[in-house]
């Protein structure tokens, strides 16, 4: 069943699904993203809940101002698990089949030491390139605290898809570090970061993931409630 916005999107849809998905934006919000592709990817069923960005905790998470915030928050039955990778840990635990993790142990390990990565740090890649789906910057300049977290980023591509063979980064298909590096594939799109090959390669690999289009093409049609992360471009 589509996991959509329901009628405030024109949907039309009024049954009742199994769970609820609370975000805050799909064009700026890159951990609600994360947390509905993990849903996505695990078949849930699932409605979405907007929050409007006019609340004091969506716009402080927004503008990077607060450094712990309650969304994506997925409620399923009596669950409740915020923080997309608490939700995919979930998902994985309840939905195992789903394949959110890479099968071979020692993949599994990798597929959550680098998930970890982008969970924990990057903070100056975040704060200088924030999401922004909507936006097309070239020439953007890079400086030097966004471009050390680049080259670590890149280092991970090539390491996860040399040994994978890609064109996603443990395989075949899409595991739980695609859906952690999903908004950073959008960055590079939005601020012309130039890429090596294998890099550009992945990025638009993820950039066409029809989990992704669908994203963004609801992201684009989304009304803009937060005007101060646009004033820069």
Known sequence: MDAGLGDDFGTGRTAMADATLTISSR???SWSLRGWLVCRM??????VELLSGKETSTRAELLH????????RLTH???VVWDALAIAEYLNEVRPAAGLLPE??????RCRAVSAEMHGGFINLRS???MNLRAQIPGFPIFNGARGDIERILAIF??????SGGPYLFGARPTLAD???APVCSRFRTYDVPLPFMAETFRDTILAWDLMAEWTQDALAEPDEIEELDMEF
């Open 77 to 79: 039955g009596a669950v």
């Open 104 to 109: 071979a142990p020692a993949d599994r390990a």
């Open 128 to 130: 200088a390139m924030p």
């Open 158 to 163: 090539e390491e996860c898809l040399s040994r």
């Open 65 to 72: 101002l607060s450094p712990s915030f309650l969304v994506p």
């Open 42 to 47: 695990a078949g849930l069923d699932f409605d």
């Open 27 to 29: 064009n700026y919000s």
């Open 179 to 181: 859906a952690m590096y």
